[in-house]
Structures are given as C-alpha cells and as structure tokens.
C-alpha cells in the first residue's frame, strides 16, 4: 500500500501573520527604505514587492535598480521565510511565542546571481526553506519584474538557534 506523501496543510492565524509582517514592514527599519512589503506568507515560503522609487535607482541613465537593493531585499526574504518555517514548526506554541523566537535569526551565507537588469516599475521577490535545521536554514530566493521575468535569484543559509 503506498505511503501518503501529502503534506498537511498549515494556516496561520491572523495574530501570527500580522505580528510577522509588523516585524518585517515595520520594526526593520532598513526594509521601510526598501519598501518590502509582504503579499503572502505560507509555511516556509513567502512573496514580497518592492515599488521602484527615486530612492532605489543604482543606474541613472536606465533608472534601473540598485544591485545592493535586491541583494538586501533577497536577503531580507530569506529570513522571513525561515520565520514562517519556524512558525510553522511550532504550531503547538500560541502565535506571540512563536514570533519571539526570531531574536536569534541571522545571516550565516548569502549568494547572488544577477541575471538581467532590474529595470521597471515594480519588483516581486519571493522566497522558500530549502531546509530547515535545528541550528541552520537553508533559502532559495527569487527577484522577478512585473512581467514575472526572472532577474536574479539568490541563496541563503540563517542561523536560527
């Protein structure tokens, strides 16, 4: 008789989902210069925008996007996403026990490839545990243009305990 291979389907509460995003949008300071904000959280995989502005140009000429700007929002990704995974993790906990768990998440590792130029008017970043270790995370991340294209994808491992 085969296995179930289907893996259960998780939804967070809306405490939960909302305390992330106030951390993420909010309490991050350098994510309001970069205008990050979340579209979506599931369990170990999350969708954010960034809206072109002035701000963010690293081309003057093709008022294309700064590399630093998706190296940072790529980077930014990936931990919300390992947010959401511990989350997810630990549904046994109420929503505000499992946002507190955050404090000691960090970048260990982190690799872009630029792809094309960042050129546009708005931006779709989105990120997905690979793994997720009792004391490592593994993310892989995107960063599309508004036509969905891919310009630069992006590889990342957090520390999480």
Known sequence: MPKNTTT???????????????????LITFNQVLGLKIASIMP?????????KPELVGHFSFN????????AGLDAMGGVAVM?????????????QRLHRFSKLGTIDLRIDYLRPGIGELFELRSEVMRLGSRVAS??????????????????????S
């Not at 294309?64 to 190296?71: A, E, P, T």
């Open 8 to 26: 259960p389907v998780i939804e967070f509460e809306p405490e939960f989902v909302n305390g992330l995003k106030h951390i993420f949008e909010d």
């Open 139 to 160: 993310t892989r991340m995107e960063f599309l243009g508004a036509d969905g294209k891919l310009l630069s994808t992006g590889a990342g491992a957090y520390i999480v």
């Open 44 to 52: 170990g995989k999350v969708i954010a925008h960034i809206a072109m």
């Open 84 to 96: 959401a995974a511990i989350g997810a993790r630990h549904m046994d906990e109420p929503p505000l």
């Open 64 to 71: 294309r996007i700064h590399g630093g700007v998706i190296s």
